[in-house]
């Protein structure tokens, strides 16, 4: 940093034009002083300002500047600094992300760790990364986080961790912090007795938990979670473990409002899997206790396997489909999902849905995002499903395959007609040819 200090000094004497050049006697003396008044300007800048400064920076960087100075060093071991961290972790030479340096991490668990409040680990799909995160995980014994995430860039990384070793670990962060507001353990192996430990020490703190695609859990491990963290008011999980029992436990008079329920509807056996119902008064108990709620599904299975859903009310607000969707439960969705804010569809075999998008506009009166691929549907049930809607519409992606010319228009004319009734230009979202 100093030599950079002394370049910029001596480009701008050199360059200046309002600035006589000195003679060769005393320019060395004057490159000096502007040299020593530049460090003495970052050096004297307030412990908040380079505080500021420093949570910007990636960690390698923030360590090298704390040696510019004492002051600057000083800031470096601020707690604040050390509240939110996110330890990378991947074996990888090709990875996107930097790997946090070993020495680095243990310098963090010994100096700062009970300074540790926000904490993420980031890890590729390598089991090495995965298991030097739960080593990390199992020394946080003297810090006690808010919130934890344990985010895999790329499956399974945790799920090929050995589960005991996993479990074990993450205990340790459950028994010492008390104070667990948000935690974030999707594709892990955490498992029931866990969880009660989790609830034990942090049932009055907890409002946010993500855990889809946890086999290890039951229906009983989630329902201990909504008896006796009356707070919670996000929660994210795979359909196999929602049940009536826990829809109940999430609408008692003691709970709070819930904000946002997602669901993942996943098909581990294509083919042989039977997927529960719901009851349509399990669903109408939470609606009343929580009229706000949004309820995100994402679909992950094949056509046949939709007969369990949408035979009853269901008040889902977004809807994503990742696979084929059955004609048939596209024709209930417009039947049965009165509350739809939000619909995407990423493939529906070579059958037009034109009846469907036309039930789905006349029935979803709170509709305004709409997502079509890989599926057909006819240039004027496209134009008319966009004039049932009209300006509530404010978000409208359609691939341009998706839409099929007819005697009424073609994909020259409907962007005219559907930019007509939207109230402003709309085209087809097209795929660049590379």
């Known amino acids: 940093m100093k030599r950079n200090s002394v370049s910029v000094v001596n480009k701008i004497v050199q360059s200046s034009p309002a600035v006589k050049q ?15 008044t530049v460090l003495l300007d970052w050096g004297s800048l307030p412990h908040h300002v380079v505080l500021r400064i420093f949570q910007y920076l990636p960690l390698i960087d923030r360590a090298r500047a704390s040696s510019v100075c004492r002051k600057w060093n000083e800031v470096f071991h601020i707690p604040d600094l050390w509240r939110k961290f996110e330890f990378e972790l991947n074996q990888s030479a090709t990875s996107y992300f930097k790997s946090t340096h ?12 009970t300074h540790l409040q926000y904490v993420s680990l980031k890890v590729d799909s390598s089991t090495e990364s995965a298991e030097a995160a739960c080593d990390i995980l199992s020394q946080l014994v003297n810090c006690s986080l808010q919130t934890l995430g344990l985010i895999s860039t790329a499956k399974p990384s945790f799920m090929n961790v050995s589960k005991s070793h996993f479990v074990s670990a993450l205990t340790v ?9 948000s935690v974030k353990i999707e594709d892990t192996p955490v498992d029931d007795p866990s969880l009660k430990i989790l609830v034990a020490n942090n049932s009055d703190t907890l409002r946010l938990l993500k855990m889809s695609s946890c086999p290890h859990v039951s229906s009983d491990g989630i329902l201990c979670i909504a008896d006796h963290c009356q707070g919670l008011r996000e929660l994210a999980l795979n359909y196999y473990i929602l049940s009536d029992e826990l829809l109940l436990a999430l609408s008692s008079e003691t709970h709070v409002r819930l904000e946002h329920l997602r669901i993942d509807v996943v098909s581990e ?12 008064q399990s669903w109408d108990a939470l609606i009343k206790h929580s ?8 679909f992950f299975l094949y056509e046949e396997e939709f007969e369990a859903f949408f035979r009853e009310e269901t008040p889902v607000t977004n809807l994503y489909f990742g696979r084929s969707v059955s004609k048939a439960a596209l024709g209930r969705i417009g039947l049965n999902c009165p509350r739809l804010i939000e619909l995407v569809v990423c493939a529906n075999g ?14 979803c009166k709170n509709l305004t995002a709409l997502g079509l691929s890989e599926c057909e549907v006819s240039c004027s049930a496209f134009v008319d499903f966009v004039r049932r809607c009209g300006k509530r519409l404010t978000h409208l992606s359609i691939m341009e395959d998706v839409l099929i010319p007819d005697g009424n228009y073609n994909l020259d004319e409907i962007h005219t007609e559907v930019s007509k009734y939207l109230g402003r230009i709309w085209f087809p979202d097209v795929l660049p040819i590379w």
Do not use: R, W
């Open 291 to 298: 009229p706000g709620v949004n309820v995100v599904m994402y």
């Open 102 to 113: 070993p020495d680095l991490i243990q310098q963090i668990i010994k100096k700062h760790a």
């Open 173 to 181: 962060v459950f028994v010492n912090s008390k104070s667990l507001s």
């Open 269 to 280: 056996n294509p083919g042989q899997v039977e997927f529960h119902t719901i009851k349509k």
């Open 350 to 363: 070579l059958q037009t849905l034109d009846d469907e998008l036309i039930c789905i506009a006349e029935c």
């Open 22 to 36: 000195p003679k060769v006697g005393f320019y060395s003396s004057l490159s000096h002083t502007h040299m020593h």
